[in-house]
């Protein structure tokens, strides 16, 4: 047999191995704390990510669309749904001598028919890289130069199987960038120049297809939403209803509403997992503690041996809050495993079943994340260990030895 | 005798669950999605109307995530009978060949969704979110189990 010094270490080690039942009861709790933690954590800073972006990109603030279809335009905003709507591009001379008004520029909204297999219709968004101020910006985070005819800039969510181009109604279109993930609708929208919106059209038209905003003459007449930035944001409610009197048939949606129902709704999801956090917190703390103080008081005899055989009270409790702080970490790491193996591969099924916008924290964050946990885990597990360590300090050999007899 | 037992059953359920996971508990866009493409795709008629050839262009063709799940079906199922051989025999020798045999399974569970085969093009479909990481957590975990037999039964 290997012999090994004794040192609090190998008897913390040996101690753990040898409970095995014991060990594993621990480690259950307070791995099902860990993955609680963690996968709680990164479900809540996902959304708060998501909410920023929200915020980031939406742009202009005001959005002008065709009446009743301010929620076909959220979802297109944030969930990416497909979804066209029209209307008349005189919108745009009505409103822009409205004072107060800093930039305006509209969007065509067009749909993909989802030609190639297995891929749903995506939403293709046609700007005017003359006035437009909501996607370049963006769109040059990843291409310098102006986005040429013929070629698309796809959202993070879409997918460039040949790595060059995507193929729209039987069309092949260069992709000149792949934006990075916002969690938005954008995600999964393809963005073009006018010209190239014109000549996708064209092509679907020669295969036969024909559509909502008419025929290709209607093309220039017709625009689906007008994209408005106020110069003084304390004008934006003046503005929007000014633009309510002097139009018709549309519906003016304030960028900041749109933000305030997403952060209503993340902070009603935050409260939940705030609230579900500190009672686990609690409970477990409570749990631990009672496991470890019935532990010890199976373990009265072994320690009182330990202190007839010259181990000092110090040298018990370092050996005692070695065996939690092993715990903990092995805990911790299991849970956050566990946890690790729900959160990251399902992170898309998660985000579309939330229903929000949901961009997961980057690697940094996520390590910090990591490290965070693990040292909240093996702290409360230390916490816990506490109140069985103060006992070894109270009690005397003798009194420990003589005690259930 | 109590470890064959636990890695025995082990490879059962996880072969049925990679046989039966991708029609079943995480589907692949099959049969569920071929009633939601066909109806996503008499909306698109609708608003699109009368293009004879655009109705051609947007005929169904056979997904690659069906293929990824006849494919799937076969390596559990082979997995899970893997398993019940695990139980029955009793030769170290034959169960380290078994622990083998799986581990090559398990990866080619892992291949068929992300190399071999492959599944449907947007990442929000059933198959790409769902499917796919559940069978490549699968096959992992099969991996895993595989190796723990082969380390056991090549120390005996």
Not at chain 1, 74 to 90: E, H, P, R, V, W
Not at chain 1, 120 to 133: A, C, K, N, Y
Request: net charge neutral.
């Amino acid at each position: 047999m290997r012999e090994r010094k004794i040192t609090i270490w190998n008897l913390a080690v040996m101690n753990l191995r040898k409970k095995t039942c014991q060990t594993i009861a621990t480690l259950a709790v307070i791995t099902i704390f860990a993955a609680s933690v963690f996968g709680g954590g990164i479900l809540f800073l996902s959304l708060e990510n998501g909410l920023n972006s929200v915020k980031e990109r939406l742009g202009a603030d005001i959005i002008l669309v065709p009446e009743d279809t301010e929620e076909e335009m959220k979802a297109i905003l944030l969930q990416g749904n497909t979804s066209y709507f029209y209307m008349s591009k005189d919108m745009i001379d009505k409103v822009q001598k409205i004072e107060g008004i800093d930039e305006i520029t509209y969007q065509y909204f067009f749909a993909s028919a989802g030609s190639a297999c297995c891929d749903m219709p995506v939403e293709i968004i046609g700007f005017e890289p003359d006035t437009d101020f909501v996607i370049q910006p963006w769109i040059q985070e990843k291409l310098k130069e102006k986005i040429a005819d013929d070629s698309v800039v796809v959202g993070g969510d879409i997918q460039v199987s040949n790595g060059h181009s995507i193929r729209i109604y039987n069309q092949e279109y260069e992709v000149a960038a792949k934006m990075d993930k916002t969690g938005t609708g954008m995600d999964q929208t393809v963005f073009v120049n006018m010209n190239t919106l014109k000549h996708m059209r064209q092509a679907a038209t020669k295969q036969g297809f024909r559509f909502l905003s008419g025929e290709e003459e209607d093309l220039d007449k017709q625009i689906s939403a007008v994209m408005i930035r106020v110069s003084d944001k304390q004008n934006i409610s003046r503005i929007a209803m000014e633009i309510k009197q002097k139009t018709k048939n549309v519906e003016v949606m304030i960028s900041e509403k749109i933000v305030s129902s997403v952060s209503d709704s993340l902070s009603f999801i935050a409260t939940v997992v705030k609230y579900v956090l500190f009672v686990l917190i609690a409970m477990v703390l409570a749990a631990l503690s009672v496991i470890y103080i019935l532990q010890m008081g199976q373990r009265k005899k072994e320690i009182a041996l330990l202190r007839m055989m010259g181990m000092s009270k110090s040298k018990i409790g370092r050996m005692l809050v070695t065996e939690a702080m092993l715990q903990g970490i092995l805990g911790a790491a299991l849970g956050i495993m566990i946890a690790s193996v729900f959160v990251f591969p399902f992170n898309v099924y998660i985000g579309d079943m939330i229903g929000q916008p949901y961009v997961q924290p980057g690697s940094l964050t996520t390590l910090l994340y990591i490290l965070g946990t693990i040292v909240l885990v093996t702290g409360a597990s230390l916490i816990s260990v506490s109140f069985s360590v103060a006992q070894i300090y109270k009690k005397e050999t003798y009194q420990t030895m003589r005690e259930g007899e | 005798m109590k470890k064959n037992i636990i890695l025995g059953s082990v490879l059962i359920i996880l072969g049925l669950l990679i046989a039966v996971g991708p029609q079943t508990i995480f589907p692949v866009c099959g049969a569920k999605a071929t009633t939601d493409s066909s109806q996503s795709m008499s909306e698109n008629m609708n608003m699109f109307s009368e293009g004879n050839a655009g109705a051609a262009a947007m005929s169904p063709k056979k997904m690659a995530c069906n293929y990824t799940a006849k494919a799937e079906l076969g390596a559990g199922g082979f997995i899970a009978i893997l398993g019940v051989l695990f139980l029955i025999l009793k030769d170290d020798k034959t169960r380290l060949g078994i622990g083998i045999a799986s581990a090559l399974q398990g990866i080619l569970v892992i291949l068929y969704p992300t190399v071999l085969m492959g599944v449907c093009g947007s990442v929000h479909m059933g198959c790409n979110a769902v499917t796919r990481p559940a069978l490549v957590i699968l096959g992992v975990i099969t991996l895993l189990i595989s190796g723990y037999a082969i380390v056991s039964y090549q120390k005996k």
